[in-house]
C-alpha cells in the first residue's frame, strides 16, 4: 500500500530554473493538496484540487501552478525558481466519502533554490 | 495575528512524564480539530481528531477542545523516547467543503531517556 507518493525527495535549483514535483496516490481520493512546510512555520496551503480537472489556489499560489488531469496525479510546477521558494514541499489526499478521514502525507520534497 | 498559534517549544520531558501540547485559534467558524505527529523527514501523519467541544481519549493520548476559549490541547500520558516529534494541531470550518485545513507551526517534543 503506496498511499502518497513524491519525488524527487531531494532537488537543488538554480535561480529562474524550472521543475515539476510530482505526486501520486493510489487511494482513488478526490481531494488533493500541496503544501510547503518552513521552519517553524507551520503548512501553508498552495494549491488543492476537489476531483480531476478541478483545481483551486490556497494560501501562498504565487509562483506555482497545477494541474489535475487524472484522479491519482496532482503536479506542483515551478515555472521561475527563486530563493523564497526553498522549502519542503508536501502532498496531501483525503477521501471526499467521509468529512472525519484525515488527510494522507507524502514524505516531501525538499526544494533548495541558489 | 495568525489564526492558529502554537508555541513552536522545543519542549523537553523525562520519559513517563505527562506532556500537555496547547493551540489558540480566533476564528470560531472552526469546528473540526486535528492533531498530527510529524517525525523527522516524514510527513504529518493523523493522531487525534475532534468535533466541537469536549474530550476525545485514546490510549496514552487525550484531545480536549474548548470552544468557548477557542484553545484545544493535547494531553500524552507515560511519554515515550518514541513520542519524540514535532506536534501539529490543525483545524477547519463545518462549512468547508474542500476539507481545507489551517496549520499551526508545531511543537517540537523531546522525550529523554
Known amino acids: 500500500n503506496a498511499g502518497v507518493t513524491q519525488t524527487p525527495k531531494f532537488r537543488i535549483l538554480k535561480i529562474g530554473q524550472s521543475m515539476t514535483l510530482q505526486c501520486t496516490q493510489d487511494?482513488?481520493?478526490?481531494?488533493m493538496y500541496w503544501y510547503r512546510q518552513d521552519p517553524g512555520m507551520g503548512l501553508k496551503l498552495i494549491y488543492y484540487?476537489?476531483?480531476?480537472?478541478?483545481?483551486d489556489k490556497g494560501e501562498v499560489p504565487n509562483g506555482y501552478n497545477v494541474s489535475r488531469s487524472t484522479t491519482e496525479d496532482f503536479p506542483l510546477r515551478l515555472e521561475l525558481a527563486a530563493p523564497s521558494q526553498t522549502s519542503v514541499y508536501f502532498c496531501?489526499?483525503?477521501?471526499?466519502?467521509?468529512?472525519?478521514?484525515?488527510?494522507?502525507f507524502g514524505d516531501g520534497t525538499r526544494l533548495s533554490i541558489l | 495575528q495568525k489564526e492558529v498559534e502554537q508555541d513552536p517549544g522545543p519542549l523537553s520531558v523525562p520519559e513517563g512524564a505527562i506532556v500537555s501540547l496547547n493551540c489558540t485559534y480566533s476564528?470560531?467558524?472552526?469546528?473540526?480539530f486535528m492533531w498530527y505527529r510529524q517525525y523527522s523527514r516524514k510527513g504529518p501523519e493523523l493522531l487525534m481528531y475532534?468535533?466541537?467541544?469536549g474530550n476525545k481519549e485514546d490510549g496514552r493520548f487525550t484531545a480536549q477542545v474548548d470552544k468557548s476559549s477557542k484553545y484545544i490541547s493535547l494531553f500524552i500520558r507515560d511519554s515515550q523516547p518514541s513520542d519524540s516529534a514535532t506536534y501539529l494541531c490543525?483545524?477547519?470550518?463545518?462549512?468547508?467543503?474542500?476539507?481545507?485545513?489551517?496549520f499551526g507551526s508545531g511543537t517540537r517534543l523531546l522525550v529523554r531517556p
Open positions: 496531501a489526499s483525503k477521501t471526499g466519502k467521509e468529512h472525519n478521514q484525515p488527510q494522507h
Open positions: 487511494m482513488n481520493h478526490n481531494y
Open positions: 484540487s476537489v476531483g480531476a480537472g478541478i483545481t
Open positions: 476564528n470560531s467558524a472552526f469546528q473540526y
Open positions: 475532534t468535533y466541537s467541544s
Open positions: 490543525a483545524m477547519r470550518g463545518r462549512m468547508d467543503s474542500s476539507y481545507k485545513l489551517i
